[in-house]
Nanobody
Framework: QVQLVESGGGLVQAGVSLTLSCAASGRTFSSYAMGWFRQAPGKERAFVAA????????YYADSVKGRFTISRDNAKDTVNLQMNSLKPEDTDVYYCAASSRYCVGYPCYARRDEYDYWGQGTQVTVFS
């Protein structure tokens, strides 16, 4: 079992930056690929970014490419999502997830069913 706890969400003005963090506990964090997804009420949970277990490769949704950066610290069992130039359309609940599987498509780890564990989510609200 892996437990994931997100933090860092909040209410921010458009254009600013925000960093989300996900703390993992349980089984060996470094053996999991990690991802961030987001979900608005009434909509499906959508892929945002992912990073493989060695942090050698990262993957992004087109909507955040160039603005968001995913990173991980295997020594601290954390994965972060640096979000720059936030827009109102980035308003969502953001979820951290862990995957024990190999990449099966491109972009890697972009499908919800590739993940084994999920956090409870953290709300990000961006106002203009």
């Amino acid at each position: 079992q892996v437990q994931l706890v997100e933090s860092g969400g909040g209410l921010v003005q458009a254009g600013v930056s925000l960093t989300l963090s996900c703390a993992a506990s349980g089984r060996t964090f470094s053996s999991y690929a990690m991802g961030w997804f987001r979900q608005a009420p009434g909509k499906e949970r959508a892929f945002v970014a992912a990073i493989n277990w060695r942090a050698g490769s990262t993957y992004y949704a087109d909507s955040v490419k160039g603005r968001f950066t995913i990173s991980r610290d295997n020594a601290k069992d954390t994965v972060n999502l640096q979000m720059n130039s936030l827009k109102p359309e980035d308003t969502d609940v953001y979820y951290c997830a862990a995957s024990s599987r190999y990449c099966v498509g491109y972009p890697c780890y972009a499908r919800r069913d590739e993940y084994d564990y999920w956090g409870q989510g953290t709300q990000v609200t961006v106002f203009s």
